[in-house]
């Protein structure tokens, strides 16, 4: 089994594919279903430089996917039943479920029409910042001041410090280490200065980027009058959780949730972690969405749902359709559990 897994880490999604191992795994991997994560839908871009192409899926491979599933008569039910089914064990069909993050104008443009041919259902995970028209996309700000400058200057850790942009190698790299450099600093405050700064040296006007990519709470109010959406919520400032005090990380939940409520009268009982992956979201968050009242809560964590998924609902894994993998090939790995088993080293539920 260990050399076997080995050579599976090493040759990745596509010889997963290419290998038929997703085959062999589907039986232990392949759990109830699976809930699917997504963010920017719409049609691919020429732009050369595009760090958060994971973020982004093209129209035609949601199609794919959704065909996929129809194609193998699995259920696509909606975050209300996957709750519904996990409390009441019914185990008997596989299941999908599409859930989209942050609330982008493109959603409704390109995955909403898809949605309706398919008669798909869907959440969609409001920050109520992004719908105030106020929030930060600071990973959106970064990739437009690398696209933008020549070079970059910046002070880390008190040096200052030369990044190079005159390649895409070299613009990739600069984004990344500028990425991970925001992501770990301490507090939103320090994340918002820093790239407030940089957006400021190099003229990106960070305040559009919100209102450019995200739907208001009029745009929003069709979609939460539509039977196929469901409304969930995302936080207020899409920070990250773990980094806020219990008090702020709190707020931050059931505020959010009250903001969507108020602006568009439906009551919210599902969350996502903004961020989501193990340094945003770990065992106080998933107590706190619980004592928030949240039926279920997604992270971003790579996973498969399975029966003892009923025991930690605000701990969700999801499946990312990440836009670094738009190969249809792909399709029935993903729904195997192969593609996330293999990056849990093979433990169907990722507990830490
Ligand atoms: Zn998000």
């Not at 260990?2 to 392949?30: C, D, E, W």
């Not at 106020?134 to 970064?142: K, R």
């Not at 770990?184 to 006007?205: F, K, M, N, S, W």
């Not at 400032?237 to 439906?266: F, K, P, V």
Request: charged content about 25%.
């Amino acid at each position: 089994m260990k050399q076997f897994r080995s050579n599976v880490i090493r040759a990745g999604l596509g010889a997963l594919y290419l290998t038929g191992a997703h085959n062999l795994l589907r039986p232990m991997f392949a759990g109830a279903g699976a809930i699917f994560m997504l963010h920017h839908v719409r049609p691919r871009r020429d732009a050369g430089f595009q760090p958060n192409a994971h973020l982004e899926i093209a129209p035609e491979f949601l199609r794919a996917m959704l065909a996929h599933l129809r194609a193998r008569d699995i259920d696509i039910i909606t975050i209300d039943e996957v709750h519904q089914r996990l409390i009441e064990g019914d185990f008997s069909r596989r299941f999908a479920c599409f859930t989209l993050d942050d609330g982008y104008r493109d959603n409704r443009d390109f995955a909403l029409p898809l949605m309706r041919e398919f008669e798909a259902p869907f959440t969609i995970y409001v920050a109520s910042d992004f719908a105030e028209g106020t929030g930060h996309l600071w990973w959106i700000a970064l990739e437009r001041v690398i696209a933008k400058a020549t070079s970059i200057e910046v002070e880390i850790g008190r040096a200052a410090v030369h990044l190079d942009t005159g390649t895409p190698v070299a613009r990739q790299a600069t984004f990344d280490r500028l990425h991970d450099w925001l992501r770990r600093l301490p507090g939103e405050h320090d994340i918002q200065r820093e790239i407030g700064a940089l957006c400021t040296r190099y003229g990106v006007d960070e305040t559009a980027i919100c209102r450019d990519l995200c739907m208001s709470w009029d745009e929003l109010k069709p979609l939460a009058d539509d039977p196929l959406v469901t409304l969930g919520a995302h936080s207020i400032t899409h920070c990250n959780l773990a980094r806020q005090s219990e008090e702020i990380a709190s707020e931050e939940m059931t505020l959010g949730r009250a903001r969507i409520e108020n602006a568009l009268q439906r009551p919210t009982i599902h969350l996502a972690y903004p961020f989501g992956d193990k340094i945003a979201a770990g065992a106080r968050e998933f107590a706190l969405a619980h004592a928030a009242g949240f039926k279920t809560a997604v992270t971003t964590r790579p996973g498969m749902i399975f029966p003892e998924s009923a025991g930690r609902l605000t701990a969700l894994p999801r499946v990312s359709l990440n836009g670094n993998y738009q190969d249809t090939r792909i399709l029935p790995v993903l729904t195997s559990g192969a593609a996330t088993a293999m990056r849990n080293g093979f433990r169907r539920i990722d507990a830490a």
